[in-house]
């Protein structure tokens, strides 16, 4: 047999095995029957049953953040920067954006967040809240979100009235802007009675609100600067974050040629290897590319969803396969129902598409739209919308006549 193809086969064949092998190490799920609805269940594959706590007398968000301050008193918990001033610096292509200079971190202990939340709950039943009614935070980013609860921003006026009758929220928490919004749709709000305001200004006051013989009591915060210079040894982020970082580190290397070359090479190299080809950086050159570019910091992908299973599924740390978004959680069951190849194959089958139709159908009946507002046909697109796409902008904004001309054969199926 011809040495040459014999030193072609060999490292081919040893890819594939290993590859078959690590991608049978890589089923970190296991199948559980749950009854129910047609499909299978994935769990965890070291839980037989779903854990409902890791720490007993612990099933609340409240309980955890609770035990927590009373094990860890005196260490550091949220960290805030003041804003020193603004100032605003064009970018390449005429754009133009805001730089903050922010001071140092101030802290808070433990103690003194659960303090915050105490005084700030005490406050709540004062303005009158009762136990089993609802908070919302609309409002920007800022340290109190951590005090109070979850946020949303930026909502239409008629998205703003939908959710807030869906959620049946009694005391909103908003910043400024988001103040004249819901006084412009103050009318439509039958379950809303209290509006706590945060002012940018800092400065504590009262407004009150005519709304059918019912007034909202608003009070004040201060506004705090972001966490850029904390250098965490732990960070959590969602892809659009990890994304820009991805492209700032691309501007700033890929203007030289070679260096691009180089780059670009190296990383489709070790991507080679991780996936298992023999044709991957390993040996030496694994450590060279790993010294030039890696900073060996194990990197966990994991999926879920704010609204209702936020933790769904987590890779584990010795996992290095990409693709892929890890096993169940502990404490979830994920349940398939429609056979697929791939998320493109999942979005062209008729199954997947009728189950999304009825689930926004649904939505829609509870929040009591008009017919005319409901969509009765849809068309699921398996390519994410990203700035790279031309789709939306830098900050995920739609690009609505770029969308209408990409997708125009396929808005004209919709409605003919």
């Known amino acids: ?51 409902e706590t890791h720490w007993e ?81 609309f409002a920007e980013t800022r340290a109190e979100w951590q005090h109070y609860g979850a946020s949303q921003k930026g909502l239409k006026d008629m998205r703003l009235c ?34 706590v305001y945060i002012n940018e200004e800092g400065i504590s006051d009262e407004v009150s609100l005519a709304r059918n013989s019912t007034s909202w009591v608003i009070e004040a915060f201060d506004e705090v600067g972001d966490a850029s210079a904390l250098k965490p040894t732990l960070m959590t982020a969602v892809p659009a974050i ?13 203007l030289r040629v070679v260096c691009k070359k180089v780059i670009r090479h190296g990383y489709n190299r070790r991507l080679a290897a991780i ?57 979830s069951y994920i349940k398939q129902g429609i056979k697929y190849s791939d998320f493109t194959d999942l979005c062209q089958k008729q199954e997947a598409v009728k189950e999304v139709l009825g689930s926004l159908a649904k939505a829609a009946k509870q929040a009591r739209l008009e017919k005319f507002e409901i969509p009765a046909k849809i068309k699921l697109i398996p390519e994410p919308w990203t700035p790279e796409s031309g789709l939306v902008t830098a900050a995920l904004k739609l690009k609505r006549e770029v969308i209408r001309k990409t997708y125009e054969n396929d808005l004209a199926q919709l409605y003919a």
């Open 242 to 254: 990890l994304d820009r970082v991805r492209d700032g580190v691309r501007k700033k290397v890929m």
């Open 275 to 331: 996936n298992g080809s023999w044709l991957g950086a390993w040996g030496l050159e694994k450590l060279l590319w790993d010294t030039l570019f890696s900073e060996r910091a194990p990197i966990g992908q994991g999926y879920g969803l704010t609204e209702t299973c936020a933790g769904g599924t987590f890779s584990e740390y010795d996992d290095t396969s990409v693709g892929r978004v890890g096993a169940p959680l502990p404490c």
């Open 57 to 137: 007398g612990v099933f609340t968000l409240a309980e955890l953040f609770e035990q927590s301050c009373k094990q860890y008193v005196y260490l550091p918990l949220l960290g805030t920067r003041s804003l020193i001033s603004r100032e605003t610096e064009s970018a390449p292509g005429g754009r133009s954006f805001e730089k903050l200079h922010l001071g140092e971190y101030e802290w808070k202990c433990y103690a003194e967040a659960f303090k915050s939340v105490c005084d700030f709950s005490s406050g709540l039943i004062r303005l009158g809240h009762q136990k089993n009614e609802r908070v919302a935070i």
């Open 1 to 51: 047999m011809n040495p040459y193809f014999v030193g072609l086969l060999v490292p081919v064949a040893f890819s594939l095995l290993i590859h078959k092998r690590r991608k049978a190490e890589r089923k970190r799920g296991v199948r559980v029957e749950v009854g129910g609805e047609p499909g299978y269940a994935v769990r965890n594959y070291r839980f037989e049953q779903p854990v």
């Open 162 to 195: 939908i959710w807030l009758a869906i959620t049946e929220v009694t005391t909103v928490i908003c910043g400024h802007k988001e103040l004249k919004k819901l006084i412009d749709i103050s009318g439509q709000l039958d379950t809303v009675k209290r509006v």
